[in-house]
Every structure is written in structure tokens, then in C-alpha cells.
């Protein structure tokens, strides 16, 4: 079992920038799957961005392409996740997940999750 604390949430206005990071509590082997993920009120959580360590891959939701980017420091044991150019419709509850299986961005299989941090992006 990894734990996952997750930071860098907050507030800001339309087309701000925000990154989130999710410090581990052990080393991130290279076949690990870590992801983002969000879930707004009253919808249901939805794949963000993802990556899969061994295989070099990573995946974003259409959404996002061009916006975020996922990023993992082996050394700090820390995934991030970078979104620039933020919309009012980014704003969510975001989480950030692990396994050591490749699940890509379909949340339900992942079994280590953050408590998650809240982006609310104003118009």
C-alpha cells in the first residue's frame, strides 16, 4: 500500500495556472500506474491524466490536452500534475491515484488514492 498526500489546490481566476503535487510514502517502481482524477458536483469522477512509468505513456483526457501536463520526480517520490490555462469547468475535487497495474485513466482500478484538493477556477 502507497500513501498518497496530495497539495497545491486553491482558487483562481479563469486562465490561471495551478500545479498540484502528490507526495508517496514509498518508491514509485517503474511499472507503476499513477494517474489524476477529479470529480465536480454532481458529476461522476472522470480520468484526467495518466502514466505509466515502464512504457513511457502518457495519457490525457481530451479536455485537458494541451493544458495540463503529468510529470513524476523518481527522487522525491512526487507526481504532479500542471494546469495551465484553467477554465471555470475545471473545477473540481482533484485526486491523485496509484497501482501497480496499468489502468490508463479508468479510475475504479485503482487501489491507492489521496484525499484530494479543491480547484475552483472563477469566470
Known amino acids: 500500500h502507497v500513501q498518497l498526500v496530495e497539495s497545491g489546490g486553491g482558487a483562481v481566476q479563469n486562465g490561471g495556472s495551478l500545479r498540484l503535487s502528490c507526495a508517496a510514502s514509498?518508491?514509485?517502481?517503474?511499472?507503476?500506474?499513477m494517474g489524476w482524477f477529479r470529480q465536480a458536483p454532481g458529476k461522476e469522477r472522470e480520468g484526467v491524466a495518466q502514466m505509466y512509468s515502464g512504457e513511457r505513456s502518457t495519457y490525457y483526457a481530451d479536455s485537458v490536452k494541451g493544458r495540463f501536463t503529468i510529470s513524476h520526480d523518481n527522487a522525491k517520490r512526487t507526481l504532479y500534475l500542471q494546469m495551465n490555462s484553467l477554465k471555470p469547468e475545471d473545477t473540481a475535487m482533484y485526486y491523485c491515484?496509484?497501482?501497480?497495474?496499468?489502468?490508463?485513466?479508468?479510475?475504479?482500478?485503482?487501489?491507492?488514492w489521496s484525499q484530494g484538493t479543491q480547484v475552483t477556477v472563477s469566470s
Open positions: 514509498r518508491y514509485m517502481y517503474d511499472n507503476f500506474c
Open positions: 491515484a496509484a497501482d501497480e497495474l496499468n489502468h490508463g485513466l479508468a479510475w475504479r482500478g485503482y487501489t491507492n
